[in-house]
């Protein structure tokens, strides 16, 4: 959707020349970006103007996502968000930081009345920052329908604002043989190939899809952006077509079905398939009743069209040959857990359950389920599947315990292996076994975690004067929740996720010239505590 510069409803939420460092629909980690990344000139402090009537509805704070936020529900029908904030207008600062000492917390989720916070188009409400999971200064400004909580790109808003004469630009396409119906080069396996490198057709053989690596790009910046339409032709005919304006919040997830996840979580490369699979439900993407699958059963040439365009009618087209060679074709070698995505399966092993309810899967799933044995392990390890699956939402996982190192069964949690790393995956302990829920099929066993978190003070010499700063970690299961008290009171502190520094959030009300005690509490996921005592 886009819309005539007479039907703008919106004003520029700043006084100068408009840039962006993100785009709407970009593509994100388990998230599509839901709304445009305005630069601020490197600097934080911008005033940040209303940019239609109505009034503050919502406002949040938190350690990482959006930092400070501001929502604001517009008369005419949308909601703007307004994220990364350094402050808010000073009216709503008040009601804010009262609710922080009354509740002795940083994080606050507050909801107001229409008539606490009336603005007019135009009002300064909040002051731009780079807060929260943020790396530089800019403001993140989403835009949705107040009714449905549907996310649209804010860009068609102000593209009379924004000049754009760039063309999105692909690097690589990636060929998919399905499974047990297809060949391409001579292999089963999908198959990247460099753009530079397409003169030379690609010999396939039955039923294939393909799926393309490309990125936005604008005028005036070094950014890359999220292609808002991939369209791909074969023989001129139209067989899939995606428009990124638009998501419903169940919708977000899906970008693990329309993107290839596998490439994302192994080699960090985004590829957007040209292929719906069975079940994704995310109404941007179009197809025939083939999905997007191209059946290659003639020995001729196929001719494949990839158009890529942004939101100006900028476009790019690249075109290749596929080249059909009748080739042998093994058939699809089922496991004894094959997995389907229109019903409900349970995966069973010795001290293991995973079930996966129906609609969880995005496509059916040829399970390597393989139970990894160490006889000195709290758990087995269980590898659900050999390559990353994700799953729509979260699926009911339980492992057994079969050694306790430590009586306290807190201590437990489930911990997902990947490429050598190790992550926590929470669960709590109940008869024997630890309960989670899990969001992709990976490697998973149990682990314990008595090791507190750890306190390094910083910038000691300038404590007197408030700016009061920490680091704060754990290296297992992460920060639950943290306190600091001076002589004894609450003090506010922020936590930022991003570096894991804690300081001081209002310096002023730390008392001058006088000996003070501080005490931090720091506690992880697991109820291990750390208590240090300073005096400054």
Request: aromatic letters at 12%; hydrophobic letters at 35%.
């Amino acid at each position: 959707m886009t819309v005539s510069a007479q039907e703008k409803p919106f004003i520029s939420p700043f006084d100068f020349p408009l840039l962006l460092s993100g785009n709407f629909g970009e593509l994100r980690a388990n998230h599509f970006h839901g709304g445009v990344d305005f630069k601020t000139q490197g600097v934080v402090g911008k005033p940040i103007r209303c940019i239609a009537d109505g009034y503050v509805s919502r406002v949040t704070v938190t350690s990482g996502g959006y930092g400070q936020a501001v929502y604001i529900t517009h008369d005419n029908g949308y909601t703007s968000v307004h994220g990364h904030l350094l402050k808010f207008a000073d009216e709503i600062e008040k009601v804010v930081e009262a609710y922080q000492y009354e509740h002795e917390t940083f994080v606050v989720d507050l909801n107001f009345p229409a008539e606490q916070f009336p603005l007019k188009q135009g009002d300064v409400f909040a002051l731009a920052g780079n807060e929260g999971y943020s790396f530089g200064p800019h403001l993140h400004m989403e835009i949705r329908k107040t009714e449905t909580g549907e996310y649209v790109d804010p860009l068609q808003f102000y593209t009379h604002l924004i000049k754009d004469t760039t063309a999105p630009r692909a690097s690589q396409i990636i060929f998919y043989p399905q499974p047990g119906e297809g060949v391409v080069k001579g292999s089963q396996r999908k198959q990247k190939v460099a753009i530079g490198n397409l003169q030379t057709p690609i010999e396939a053989w039955g039923k294939i899809a393909t799926g393309i690596k490309a990125y936005d790009y604008m005028d005036g910046t070094s950014n890359n952006y999220g292609v808002r339409s991939v369209k791909l032709f074969v023989d001129s005919i139209e067989v899939f077509s995606s428009t990124v304006d638009g998501f419903l919040p169940n919708e977000n997830h899906m970008i693990n079905a329309w993107t290839d996840f596998e490439e994302y979580q192994m080699h960090n490369s985004w590829f957007m398939r040209s292929q719906v699979l069975p079940g994704n439900t995310w109404r941007m993407l179009q197809a025939g009743d083939e999905g997007g699958i191209v059946t290659v059963d003639e020995e001729r040439d196929y001719r494949f069209k990839y158009v890529l365009e942004d939101i100006y009618g900028n476009s790019r087209s690249y075109r290749f040959t596929v080249r059909g060679r009748k080739q042998p074709i093994d058939s699809l070698r089922v496991s004894e857990d094959y997995l389907f995505w229109d019903r409900r399966n349970i995966v069973q092993r010795p001290g293991m359950e995973l079930m996966i309810p129906k609609g969880m899967l995005y496509e059916d799933v040829n399970l390597n389920c393989q139970v990894i044995v160490d006889s000195l392990g709290v758990s087995y390890d269980y590898q659900l599947h050999d390559t990353p699956v994700a799953l729509h939402a979260g699926c009911p996982l339980r492992i057994g315990i079969r050694n306790y190192p430590v009586e306290d069964r807190s201590k437990y949690y489930v911990v997902k292996k990947h490429k050598g790393r190790k992550a926590s995956a929470g669960g709590h302990y109940e008869n024997g076994f630890m309960h989670t829920t899990i969001r992709e099929l990976g490697t998973y066993s149990v682990a314990i975690d008595t090791v507190a978190p750890r306190v390094t003070p910083l910038n000691q010499s300038q404590w007197k004067r408030g700016n009061i700063q920490f680091k704060i970690k754990d290296a297992e299961t992460g920060i639950k929740d943290y306190k600091v008290l001076i002589d004894g009171e609450f003090a506010l502190f922020k936590f930022s996720s991003k570096d894991a520094k804690l300081s001081s959030k209002h310096p002023s009300r730390i008392k001058k010239g006088v000996r003070q005690t501080m005490e931090l509490i720091i506690t992880d996921y697991c109820g291990n505590v750390t208590r240090e005592e300073y005096q400054f």
